[in-house]
């Protein structure tokens, strides 16, 4: 994976573009989080205008996973509201795709998602791999430390704080995708390791680390092997993540440095993104 250390932009100092890289989805409007120059891989916010629709059965050369922010989208006659989620193997058919009311949705495709219309000559390789629909508030959490999430990661205090909702784990990879729920006044002392790249975007709430303060719509893209840590959160917080290039493992260390609740913003971002950030001011913004 080519995409560059983005640790954090607030996806609100990006600018809108119209139209999806590789020509799909006419209308829609999109907020490029990260790009992988080399397999066109990417995640992104993708905004529907009211009325939007696909015309015909259709099917994408890439894997899309997504997560819907605000409005809804209906996908093959099931309605994704807020926080619905959806994961597609490369080749899953799209019938029939519309948003009435529009919607905001993050998107992550595997490659550039080039879109042929009717249904696919081969099937999906990995049926398993589907997640056809979530509805990621209603499902239960696990409270606490996830084992199997984290095997090496031993408890702390305030570490049953936390509230886990595994999304997916993909079949094939290994990879996992799931929420997590932090309550406010929570502290650690420890920082962490992981094997494989971290993503993650701030739902709600915030979360106080070395590069700042991560509020809604705070987005970051974390190579293997970064340190990271200690953090905090004055109210809670809710977030995405995605663990990818294999299973997902932490490696946990006490911190060398306190914790500071009044961390200024100093992000880690390639060249385009420090023009955007340069108007970002700490505070809390819609998406």
């Known amino acids: 994976m080519s995409r560059p250390h983005i640790e954090f932009i607030p996806a609100q100092v990006i600018p809108w573009q119209r139209g999806l890289y590789g020509g799909a989805r006419p209308g829609v409007e999109t907020r490029v989080l990260s790009l992988d120059g080399e397999t066109g891989a990417a995640s992104l916010m993708l905004r529907y205008p009211p009325g939007w629709s696909q015309p015909a059965p259709e099917y994408v050369e890439a894997d899309e996973e997504f997560l819907v922010l605000d409005g809804q989208i209906e996908i ?140 809604p719509g705070a987005y970051f893209w974390r190579p293997p092997g970064i340190q990271h840590g200690p953090f905090g959160s004055h109210t809670g917080a809710l977030h995405f993540i995605r663990g990818l290039g294999g299973p997902y493992t932490t490696i946990v260390s006490p911190s060398d440095t306190a914790f500071d609740w009044d961390t200024p913003y100093r992000p880690i971002l390639p060249p385009q993104y420090q023009e955007y950030a340069r108007s970002y001011v700490d505070k809390d913004l819609n998406y």
Not at 142 to 156: A, C, I, R, Y
């Open 76 to 215: 093959n006659g099931q309605v994704y509201g807020l926080h619905c989620y959806g994961h597609f193997p490369a080749r899953y058919q799209r019938h029939s795709v519309r948003s009435p009311k529009g919607a905001v949705v993050l998107t992550f495709f595997s490659a550039e998602p080039k879109t042929m219309a009717g249904s696919p000559a081969t099937p999906i390789s990995h049926p398993e791999r589907l997640v056809r629909f979530i509805d990621a508030r209603s499902m239960s959490g696990e409270e606490g430390v996830q084992k199997d999430l984290f095997p090496t990661l031993k408890p702390s205090p305030g570490s049953h704080a936390t509230v886990h909702k595994r999304l997916k784990t993909d079949p094939v990879t290994g990879e996992v995708t799931w929420i997590v729920a932090v309550r406010g006044g929570r502290m650690t002392a420890q920082t962490e390791i992981h094997p494989v790249v971290e993503e993650e975007f701030c739902l709600s709430g915030d979360m106080v680390g070395p590069h700042g303060n991560m509020r």
